[in-house]
């Protein structure tokens, strides 16, 4: 299968992360006969329709039946995708639950996925502020007025027409608004800077080619076949789980002796280290709920790796038969296996291992549980006593904090264990084995 | 042409059938005697500051201190948590960094982006320098997400609608899948490292069977894209998140959406999250600069981080499921216990 060959405009074009703008957009239009608004005087002019942040957060708070913190999220999450603009201090795009004054952004300045802003829009929202300001331009915004200047040149004249035009017009504050939430002044956070665009355009309607309707077709046809699990079994599971390792889960329940991160104290992590000589009681227990933990924990593989050896003592991990080392494996996989070695490919060992894996995950693994060597592991196991630091102690060991061993020290003592087990068992060469025994027959 | 369409049609309303039939309790009635949880309160023990622009990706070690995480500044930085040192800090050629990820043995990391490669950086470097091992080149769209399996296979998702698994010491690629019809936007990979699981911007999340470069299940329902995707710690379940403000739970065996976490008091999408060591909490990042923290058994809010002062762009809970943490766009990360 080749890779799609991407669209021929490499440009990135569509809009992530929009898809809450009409749940937004219903939320305002609510909240405009919700909330009263009134006539404000700020500075020298009087401004209709202003509302206070203390109201708005109120009328979140009731509607949506959350805290106050929630609703200033929320009310905050407003003012960033520009549906209400502050008019103190507008470049903080906050809501503020005081006396701080807003207004609602007229619709047409709305955020929508389709429509975004245009370069030439602002070359021409820059130019009337140029004109307005006598050429005192804030410095981003110089630096932006700049660039378009250069990259817009051919338009320019066209540009500079439409904003004398336009000066007489607009409504200036509302603009400005869009303008901060589109393209935000450094240290202002808006939500319109929703990051890198997505490839492919979610809104498209492209035509399903014939060969990919028949590769559905047929791939639906498989999962109509497939054997399910009923919900009641998959939610069984899920509880199952989650039951057993719930107090293994240090957000729910508190770890002995202390939690590091609580009390800047690293003894949990020692004790808990790769290779100790006896583990903590917890450690302990989790082996015992699936071959998968005891396999995955280092430790518990080498408790296992001993109770293998007392069990099957002389036994070990080959085929051959009458190979010094033989294990029991059924004759399908034992001949699935040989004819495999005639052309060997990666996973020529691999229905051996399937098999070797399934009888040690229902049988030898409960034994092992049963077996002395773990219940002597068990009662060797370290329950130590919960730390109770007096708030000066905790201000020492946060002092005393040592960073650790370093990495590159835990690195070279693991690779020393692995080169001594790789010296340890040798691969035996199996084939040339089979056909010794062939030849002695 | 149009046969074919109305047998897709038929097929899919079979497989809806067929779903419904298999449904036969809903998770109020198993979950209905655990106890409840009660409210979870998380504190930042640590803010990691060093970053100068938005970061976009974390990923914990498997030794549970350390941690990389990769900002638009053109930096990715290895962070010992508990002493917020920073234990390396490696120039990037291409600020445009989307992703990084950190070997399960602790020797190499990864990060992509706009470049559209995967670049592999060895940390263990012999005279300590932090150099780039390999730059795996071959997707047409953006690198979106990237996890290592070993040392020697990495596996990519891009905004070219494929997933690839690379041969990290040739540098080629080892298999490709593809089958989403929008661009794959996360991946997860399984505790058994056997199969692995990618969301995507056609609603739809893909189950992968690494060895035989195959899509084995497909899990709709989602009203928009899927930003974030995770496995249960069981291995048995996928965990989604979307822009559409919902978190949904699907089980690999029943083939179906088990539930979905939604309230309508949040609107903001889904861009991150990472279950807890049991799989009893789902912590879901938010665009709306909060952190969510669910019950996953019934399906309540439990708790809240707000600390954020910008969109929460990635969430990793340590391996040893102690700490949680957060990155955002205000280019602070922090720990949360």
Request: aromatic share 10%; glycine share 6%.
């Amino acid at each position: 299968m080749t890779i799609r060959t991407a669209r021929p405009d490499r440009v990135q074009h569509f809009r992530p992360r929009m898809h809450c703008l009409k749940k937004l957009e219903a939320v305002v239009v609510e909240m405009q006969s919700g909330v009263k608004g009134s006539e404000q005087k700020l500075n020298v002019t009087t401004i209709p329709h202003v509302i206070i942040g203390k109201d708005i957060i109120a009328w979140i708070t009731n509607k949506m039946k959350t805290t106050t913190e929630e609703s200033e999220a929320f009310g905050t999450m407003l003012v960033a995708y520009g549906y209400i603009y502050p008019l103190q201090n507008h470049r903080k795009l906050v809501m503020c639950n005081d006396s701080s004054l807003y207004r609602f952004q007229t619709p047409y300045f709305w955020p929508t996925q389709k429509w975004v802003a245009e370069h030439s829009d602002y070359a021409i929202y820059l130019a009337k502020r140029n004109i307005r300001k006598k050429g005192m331009l804030e410095p981003y915004e110089q630096a932006h007025y700049n660039h378009l200047h250069e990259w817009l040149n051919h338009k320019w004249d066209f540009i500079v027409m439409q904003a004398t035009e336009q000066y007489k017009y607009v409504n200036h504050p509302t603009e400005r608004a869009y303008w901060i939430v589109n393209k935000p002044p450094r240290r202002t956070h808006s939500a319109m800077d929703s990051g890198l665009e997505l490839l492919i355009d979610p809104n498209s309607d492209e035509k399903i080619p014939f060969d990919v309707y028949r590769r559905m077709n047929l791939f639906y046809q498989q999962a109509i076949m497939r054997s399910k699990v009923k919900s009641s079994v998959s939610l069984g599971a899920l509880n199952k789980y989650v039951t057993t390792y719930k107090n293994h889960d240090p957000f729910l329940a508190p770890c002995l002796p202390s939690n590091p991160w609580l009390t800047d104290n690293d003894t949990y992590w020692t004790l808990n280290m790769r290779q100790v000589e006896v583990p903590t009681k917890m450690r302990v227990e989790r082996w015992s709920f699936s071959l998968f933990e005891l396999l995955s924990d280092l430790r518990g593989r080498d408790d296992f790796k001993i109770f293998l050896k007392k069990e099957f003592s002389g036994m070990g991990t080959f085929l051959a038969p009458g190979a010094p080392r033989w294990i029991n494996i059924d004759g399908r996989t034992m001949g699935l296996t040989v004819k495999g070695l005639d052309h060997p490919h990666r996973y020529v060992l691999e229905a051996a291992q399937t098999h070797v894996f399934l009888l040690m995950k229902k049988d030898t693994f409960f034994r092992y549980l049963k077996s002395p060597v773990y219940k002597e592991i068990e009662k060797k196991a370290l329950n130590p006593e919960p730390h109770n630091f007096s708030p000066a102690q905790l201000e020492q060991n946060a002092q005393n904090r040592s960073p650790g061993i370093h990495p590159l020290i835990l690195w070279q003592q693991d690779e020393a264990e692995k080169a001594k087990a790789a010296a340890a068992s040798a691969p035996v060469d199996v084939k040339a084995l089979m056909s010794k025994l062939d030849r002695k027959k | 042409m149009e046969e074919l369409r109305k047998e897709m049609e038929n097929l899919k309303d079979q497989i809806t059938a067929v779903r419904k039939t298999f449904q036969d309790s809903t998770l109020q009635e198993a979950a209905a005697g655990v106890t409840v949880v009660g409210r979870v309160q998380l504190k930042t023990r640590k803010t990691l500051r060093g970053h100068l622009a938005k970061i976009y990706a974390m990923h914990w070690g498997t030794d549970s201190t350390l941690c990389v995480s990769a900002s638009q500044d053109g930096k990715l930085i290895v962070w010992d948590t508990i002493t917020t040192n920073k234990v390396n800090a490696i120039p990037l050629k291409s600020s445009w960094v989307m992703t990084c990820a950190y070997a399960p043995s602790g020797n190499l990391v990864a990060c992509g982006g706009l470049d559209n490669m995967c670049s592999i950086y060895n940390l263990k470097g012999k005279d300590g320098n932090v150099k780039v091992m390999r730059e795996l080149a071959a997707h047409t769209g953006y690198l979106s997400c990237c996890r290592f399996l070993s040392d020697t296979e990495i596996i990519t998702s891009s905004g070219d609608c494929t997933c690839v698994l690379w041969d990290i010491e040739t540098g080629t690629q080892k298999m490709v899948f593809a089958g989403h019809q929008g661009d794959a936007m996360s991946l997860g990979v399984s505790p058994d490292f056997k199969f692995f699981i990618s969301g995507a911007c056609d609603f739809t999340a893909k189950l992968w069977d690494i060895r035989e470069a195959e899509c084995r299940q497909t899990f709709g329902g989602h009203e928009s894209d899927i930003n974030a995707i995770g496995f249960f710690p069981n291995g048995n379940a996928v965990i989604t998140g979307s822009d559409d403000a919902t978190c949904k739970l699907y089980d690999l065996r029943a083939d179906q959406e088990l539930l979905t976490y939604q309230d309508p008091s949040i609107m903001c999408g889904v861009t991150s999250l990472a279950p807890s060591k049991s799989g009893r909490l789902l912590l879901a990042g938010h665009d709306d600069f909060n952190v969510n923290i669910w019950d996953m058994l019934k399906a309540e809010r439990v708790g809240v981080l707000a600390g954020h002062d910008n969109r929460v762009s990635c969430i990793g809970v340590s391996s040893d499921g102690m700490a949680c943490c957060t990155g955002s766009w205000d280019s602070f990360l922090k720990i949360w216990n």
